[in-house]
């Protein structure tokens, strides 16, 4: 009885097209880039073209690091067993770390259990009251979160721009410390930060700046190194963190920066200190997919072909299709029950390409995030195009054709 408030607001949900529902999806093992779909009534299934996950290099599967994880998985037991603080920390994460900041031509770094208990511990561990953070309005929720649980004052400046920005750090240049924080690569829509900008700035108003490279770190720069690498603006970002999650394929976070960051962080980052560590096989997997992520230069090469022969085959047939060179491409809709009504269209021809809907997206703005995994051929990428515009034309008229 007491919970009845919240029926009445779970069905005005569903009236409006906003309920969110799990559903079981079980990806190809085998790294095909596909997920395999139960059909209803019988033991046979279907597979679907993944144009919704986060592998962007086809990692995920990799026999490689099955192996590295199996490995260690008998060596090192299923579980850590407490914080890394009192007795999880198994070697393997030393030698992540020394991996990680390596890797980055950094001084150090630190693996948490994920990007959203990076961002959450990282932002709420260097800002605190009496402190502003400074934060793009698409930035991703953990960054959000990070904030809140900082109480320091949240500051949001309009996406990716720079004068507003410019004018908030002059209105709370009295603020005890700034801290400007950014995706690099914007989930929902794929499209850059301006880097070298948001570095003059912080340098100019005497700012710490934080960068989150979970859809850049793997696929930008000569080594996978990132966006800020690219950029050529590694050295003016304080606080750098990315995720295993998605370019690598396995899971778990990792921040990078100064040594005084890191020791700063291993003191006071509640989710790293309060929680119990990874397991120890599932970081030896990490481990092996960055060493591929260095090596196999060509999953980036082919990641970017397909990415410009997907944005131009949508553009040349009318459709916007988002700005920037990233996996990430959005087909905007508007409404909630236009972009559910295509990601069902888009299903029944063979293509699993979720609906995203506010409060993920600007209220108005749900669409198709398809995402490109160099575990795609250019076949498959081909066909699923030529299926996407017809179901995109569908859609602008009116449903029939
Ligand atoms: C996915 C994502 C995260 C969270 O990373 P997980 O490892 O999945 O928890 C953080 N920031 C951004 C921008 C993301 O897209």
Known sequence: MSLRWMDD????????????????????????????????????STRLLDLS????????GHPAIAEAMREALLTGGT??????????NHPVFGQLEEAVAAWQGCDAALIFA?????NAGVISAVAGR???????????????????????EHVRYRHNDMEHLRALLEKHKHARRKLIVTDAVFSMD??????RELAELKREYGA??????????????????????????????????????????????????????????VNKARPLIYSTALPPCLVAGVLKSLELVQTEHWRREQLSGSGRLFRSALREAGLAAGEGDSPIIPLILGGNAEA???STALEDEGIAAVAIRPPTVPEGTARIRFSLSAAHSREELTDAVKIIIRAARRAEGGGEC
């Not at 996950?53 to 995920?60: E, F, K, P, T, V």
């Not at 994920?114 to 990076?118: E, L, P, S, T």
């Not at 309005?137 to 900082?150: E, F, M, P, Q």
Request: some cysteine.
């Open 9 to 44: 607001e779970l069905e005005r949900r569903a009236a409006e097209a906003s309920e969110r529902k799990l559903r079981d999806r079980l990806r190809d093992p085998g790294g095909s880039g596909r997920l395999l779909q139960q059909e209803t009534g019988s033991s046979g």
């Open 53 to 60: 996950s986060n592998d962007y290099l086809g990692l995920a």
């Open 79 to 88: 579980g850590a067993g407490a914080s890394r603080l009192v007795t999880g």
């Open 114 to 118: 994920n990007g959203y208990m990076a």
């Open 130 to 152: 009496g402190d502003a953070v400074f934060s793009d309005r698409l930035n991703h929720a953990s960054i959000t979160d990070g904030i809140v649980l900082s109480r320091a």
């Open 190 to 195: 794929g499209d850059q930060a301006p880097l």
């Open 208 to 265: 710490m700046l934080m960068v989150d490279e979970a859809h850049s770190g793997g696929l930008y720069g000569q080594f996978g190194e990132g966006l800020c690498r690219a950029a050529g603006v590694q050295d003016m970002v304080d606080i750098h963190m990315g995720t295993f999650s998605k370019a690598f394929g396995v899971y778990g976070a990792y921040v990078c920066g100064s040594h005084t960051l890191i020791r700063w962080l």
């Open 340 to 342: 559910l009504h295509v």
